[in-house]
């Protein structure tokens, strides 16, 4: 499997940023996969995932009502969505993924499938 995280950038805060994350050798049926970020001297936080059958969606409280997750099963992408995004949302960004359902959804441990990360940096 292999994820190929991109779209970060600089964007000031208020604005909108998509990134997106090219899947490879994933089985989109009976999957999970999510986005995660670490700011510097920060541990790694769990953001956004979706997981199929039925693409439903959890989300951290801190992007929650501004950040959305989505996948396009025919170009094997997903994506996140940051909205009125802030200061605090700055980090690298990695989208990650795993064959299989998780209780644990946001929790970096649940998924064996990383790509390399995106910086997302907002300005104030």
């Known amino acids: 499997v292999q994820l190929q995280a991109s779209g970060g950038g600089l964007v000031q805060a208020g604005g909108s940023l998509r990134l997106s994350c090219a899947v490879s050798?994933?089985?989109?049926?009976?999957?999970?996969i999510a986005w995660f970020r670490q700011a510097p001297g920060k541990e790694r936080e769990g953001v956004a995932c979706?997981?199929?059958?039925?693409?439903?969606?959890v989300y951290s409280d801190s992007v929650k009502g501004r950040f959305t997750i989505s996948r396009d099963y025919l170009q094997d992408t997903m994506y996140l969505q940051m909205n009125s995004v802030k200061p605090e949302d700055t980090a690298v960004y990695h989208c990650?993924?795993?064959?299989?359902?998780?209780?644990?959804?946001?929790?970096?441990?649940?998924?064996?499938?990383w790509g390399q990360g995106t910086q997302v940096t907002v300005s104030s």
């Open positions: 990650a993924s795993r064959q299989g359902m998780t209780r644990l959804p946001l929790d970096s441990n649940e998924y064996p499938y």
């Open positions: 050798g994933l089985t989109f049926g009976n999957s999970a």
């Open positions: 979706i997981v199929s059958d039925n693409d439903d969606t």
